[in-house]
């Protein structure tokens, strides 16, 4: 049986203490971080362990991989120590994606719905062309395919996230993808609505059927890299990956260019535009994070989403 480790814990927050943090804890040198917060949550009297943050003594950065072993951490073992904080209340990934993803399929059908009190000069018998049932169907099918993917196939490393940050999270798409879209494809005066262009709707349709088949292809493997509730990292390869470092949002911003050409919606330009902008930060991260795991044995991209651009 591995030896225990016996690890004095510090409020890394003096200011908003855990009032009830034990002076110190005894672990077994094999216990996981998320065994640590288990320990820590049940001793000092916090029902859900989700809400206990662990910090490298040193560093004093968090310790992200529930998984990994508290005694293969060279700093805490020489320290002998940990930082602890209390996180706040917490919510699971998943439902945070599902909530994220629900919006906008609750704002496009909303609006179709009221289009009548919604606009001045049409009456609940003004059809929607076939322009804006067309950019209707795009929307509905992606939010639909991210629910179904967040459900069945992404695996998240980490378990919940502040439920604070919900409104953060949800805002974007439910406002932007959304609320604005919405409101601007299904307008009687969008170009939507008075287009008459069957071969235009057909680029973009192509466009975005191509792009969400990639980009279902890509989750599928990345999914396939980590067995179920682990934190395991892989390199990923296949399909873009030699492209760039994670054409997923590659993918994801061609099938928004399908949406762009179909609907003819300068509402829908903007979301991608800032979809995109926060899609390349987080690629960088992963091209950051990629090369520091695996070293030589990451081929380094130049490109980490868009090809000669970024």
């Given at each position: 049986?591995?030896?225990?480790?016996?690890?004095?814990?510090?409020?890394?927050?003096?200011?908003?203490?855990?009032?009830?943090?034990?002076?110190?804890?005894?672990?077994?040198?094999?216990?996981?971080?998320?065994?640590?917060?288990?320990?820590?949550?049940?001793?000092?009297?916090?029902?859900?362990?989700?809400?206990?943050?662990?910090?490298?003594?040193?560093?004093?950065?968090t310790i992200k991989d529930r998984r990994a072993k508290i005694g293969d951490d060279a700093d805490v073992v020489k320290a002998k120590e940990l930082l602890v904080k209390d996180l706040g209340p917490q919510i699971a990934w998943k439902t945070v994606f599902l909530l994220e993803y629900l919006g906008p399929i609750l704002f496009h059908v909303a609006v179709v719905l009221a289009r009548p009190y919604l606009y001045k000069g049409i009456t609940p018998?003004?059809?929607?062309?076939?322009?804006?049932?067309?950019?209707?169907?795009?929307?509905?099918?992606?939010?639909?395919?991210?629910?179904?993917?967040?459900?069945?196939?992404?695996?998240?490393?980490?378990?919940?996230?502040?439920?604070?940050?919900?409104?953060?999270?949800?805002?974007?798409?439910?406002?932007?993808?959304?609320?604005?879209?919405?409101?601007?494809?299904?307008?009687?005066?969008?170009?939507?609505?008075?287009?008459?262009?069957?071969?235009?709707?057909?680029?973009?349709?192509?466009?975005?059927?191509?792009?969400?088949?990639?980009?279902?292809?890509?989750?599928?493997?990345?999914?396939?890299?980590?067995?179920?509730?682990?934190?395991?990292?892989?390199?990923?390869?296949?399909?873009?990956?030699?492209?760039?470092?994670?054409?997923?949002?590659?993918?994801?911003?061609?099938?928004?260019?399908?949406?762009?050409?179909?609907?003819?919606?300068?509402?829908?330009?903007?979301?991608?535009?800032?979809?995109?902008?926060?899609?390349?930060?987080?690629?960088?991260?992963?091209?950051?994070?990629?090369?520091?795991?695996?070293?030589?044995?990451?081929?380094?991209?130049?490109?980490?989403?868009?090809?000669?651009?970024?």
């Amino acid at each position: 049986m591995a030896a225990a480790l016996t690890l004095k814990l510090t409020n890394r927050s003096p200011k908003q203490p855990i009032r009830k943090l034990p002076a110190t804890i005894e672990v077994p040198a094999d216990a996981t971080v998320e065994d640590v917060k288990k320990i820590v949550a049940r001793q000092a009297g916090i029902s859900d362990f989700n809400r206990i943050g662990i910090f490298n003594p040193t560093t004093i950065k968090t310790i992200k991989d529930r998984r990994a072993k508290i005694g293969d951490d060279a700093d805490v073992v020489k320290a002998k120590e940990l930082l602890v904080k209390d996180l706040g209340p917490q919510i699971a990934w998943k439902t945070v994606f599902l909530l994220e993803y629900l919006g906008p399929i609750l704002f496009h059908v909303a609006v179709v719905l009221a289009r009548p009190y919604l606009y001045k000069g049409i009456t609940p018998a003004t059809p929607l062309s076939d322009t804006q049932w067309l950019t209707f169907t795009m929307f509905i099918a992606h939010f639909v395919k991210r629910e179904f993917e967040t459900l069945f196939v992404h695996k998240f490393s980490a378990s919940t996230m502040p439920a604070r940050n919900i409104f953060k999270n949800c805002a974007f798409y439910w406002i932007f993808s959304g609320l604005l879209c919405a409101y601007a494809v299904y307008s009687p005066t969008s170009l939507a609505a008075t287009a008459n262009e069957p071969i235009v709707d057909l680029v973009g349709t192509i466009i975005f059927v191509l792009a969400e088949l990639a980009n279902a292809s890509v989750h599928l493997h990345l999914s396939s890299l980590r067995s179920r509730g682990g934190t395991e990292r892989k390199i990923p390869t296949g399909l873009g990956f030699s492209l760039v470092t994670c054409p997923n949002y590659l993918f994801e911003v061609i099938a928004w260019v399908g949406v762009i050409i179909a609907s003819r919606s300068w509402a829908v330009a903007l979301f991608i535009t800032i979809g995109a902008a926060q899609m390349v930060v987080w690629a960088k991260g992963k091209e950051r994070a990629y090369r520091k795991e695996f070293g030589d044995k990451y081929k380094k991209k130049r490109y980490v989403m868009l090809p000669g651009l970024v």
